[in-house]
């Protein structure tokens, strides 16, 4: 009967003896030779010396698999944790790319593998444990260690991200403050280029040897600054002219308020005595030092020639490099200011800008009706600083520069008079009247501009 129970579990009995693993080879051989007399004897054939065998079944690797399996809850916890841990270390990775930092790069990249792994061996977890939520009533879960480490991970990765960031935040403060060091090179390399400009200007605007400033101040240069000041002079005039003609006006009657009685060549020639009335209203005080501004009480016998010819340069200067727009808006109280002031109510008196402008319009300003909505203000302003420049220029010269003008009646005289028409001058021809006033500059002579009466006035 033991022999048909050994032949029907030939094959699938696993045989264990009751002696030690550490046998001697030869005890081995003979276990083996005993059991195969066991299993294949001859018939009634008495077996002797006969060994317990014990049959076990395969041992069970995992009896109690819910045991050591998390549940379904700490499973997905730890899958989140790992997958933020993930995240924060491809984001530290991405980080080091800008600037490049090897050391950072290698650290996240090594971060970023060990947690793709661990989400690899969370896989593989839930896939061995097929039934992952334990009896409520079961001991504690193992795995609840696993969760908490999971958790310091992430939170690691979290404080590696954040240091991530304050590093590349602190490299743009970095370059932030060199940008500012920078800035702040150049601003002082500016103040002092400054300096040495404003050096230079006080230099050329108070030169210390007399021979500089005779050199600056020639005949030439006095007569050149007067050309321009006479062009923007012409210009303010037309400009005035086709207004009063928009407006209605009779320019012959306007013409003989200003020199009446004068016989023109031709009827066209009365505006020469708009342009008479401008420009001998804009220079008249030109003998002043303070040239239409309020008297200071101060003679020219009184201001030191060497201190007068410096400021009036300095002016000079200063002026034509100047603004006069922005000279008026910034400081109405300036010396240039109250010349356009006084210079303005002098020429375009109430009544003309009342039927220049209407009777709507009225002196609510310091300017009067000269504000920049007025078609003068431009035009006017532009004269004004012309002929201030010229002003300026023509007292810094020593002796200073004389201005006349001649009456009317005066026999023409070559040497001091130009024929402002340019037309050939007839014998004893007679002076008109006073266009654009003459200069005595030192020893030379700048003629004045005279209108010439017409022997016989043309119809």
């Given at each position: ?18 002696e030690?693993?550490?046998e ?32 076990k ?9 819910s ?64 039934n ?69 200007l ?20 006095f ?89 009036s ?5 200063e002026?034509s ?25 002098q ?88 266009v ?24």
């Amino acid at each position: 009967m033991l022999q048909k129970f050994a032949l029907a579990f030939k094959t699938k009995t696993i045989e264990f003896f009751a002696e030690e693993e550490e046998e001697e080879d030869d005890d081995d051989v003979a276990s083996i030779r005993a059991v195969q007399d066991l299993l294949d004897p001859t018939p009634e054939a008495i077996i002797t010396d006969q060994r317990v065998v014990v049959l076990k079944p395969d041992p069970n690797p995992n009896p109690n698999p819910s045991a050591s399996a998390p549940d379904a809850g700490t499973l997905i916890s730890a899958v989140f944790a790992t997958l933020s841990s993930f995240h924060a270390a491809y984001l530290r990775l991405q980080t080091a790319h800008s600037p490049l930092l090897p050391d950072d790069l290698r650290s996240a990249d090594a971060d970023a593998v060990s947690h793709l792994r661990r989400l690899s061996d969370l896989r593989r977890l839930r896939l061995l444990s097929p039934n992952p939520n334990p009896n409520p009533n079961s001991a504690p879960d193992p795995t609840l260690s696993a969760h908490l480490e999971a958790q310091v991970r992430e939170n690691q990765s979290l404080l590696r991200t954040f240091d991530a960031v304050i590093n590349r935040l602190q490299a743009d403060i970095d370059r932030k403050d060199g940008e500012a060091a920078e800035l702040r090179r150049r601003l002082h390399d500016a103040d002092a280029a400054n300096a040495k400009l404003a050096a230079r200007l006080d230099r050329a605007c108070a030169p210390p040897p007399e021979e500089n400033v005779e050199a600056l101040l020639s005949v030439g240069v006095f007569d050149s600054v007067l050309r321009d000041a006479c062009r923007i002079t012409h210009r303010f005039a037309k400009v005035l002219v086709d207004l009063m003609k928009a407006n209605g006006m009779d320019l012959s009657l306007a013409a003989d308020s200003i020199h009446s009685g004068v016989n023109y060549a031709k009827p066209r020639h009365c505006r020469y005595a708009i342009l008479s009335c401008v420009c001998l209203g804009m220079f008249g005080g030109f003998d002043s030092y303070n040239f239409g501004c309020e008297e200071s009480g101060i003679g020219f016998d009184d201001i030191d020639a060497k201190h007068r010819r410096i400021d009036s340069l300095r002016q000079f200067i200063e002026h034509s490099s100047a603004d006069p727009f922005e000279l008026i808006s910034d400081d109405p109280s300036n010396d240039f200011s109250k010349f356009c002031k006084r210079k303005y109510q002098q020429l375009i008196h109430p009544g003309m800008e009342s039927a220049l402008f209407g009777t709507s319009e009225c002196r609510e300003s310091l300017w009067g009706a000269l504000r920049p909505s007025n078609p003068l203000y431009e035009s006017f302003v532009i004269m004004a600083s012309s002929i201030w420049t010229l002003h300026r220029l023509a007292w810094a010269y020593d002796p200073v520069v004389e201005i006349f003008q001649v009456g009317r009646g005066t026999e023409f005289s070559m040497v001091y008079m130009e024929n402002i028409v340019r037309k050939a001058i007839p014998a004893n021809s007679k002076v008109g009247f006073t266009v654009v006033p003459g200069f005595r500059v030192g020893g030379t002579v700048i003629q004045c501009k005279v209108y010439l009466e017409s022997v016989k006035k043309e119809v």
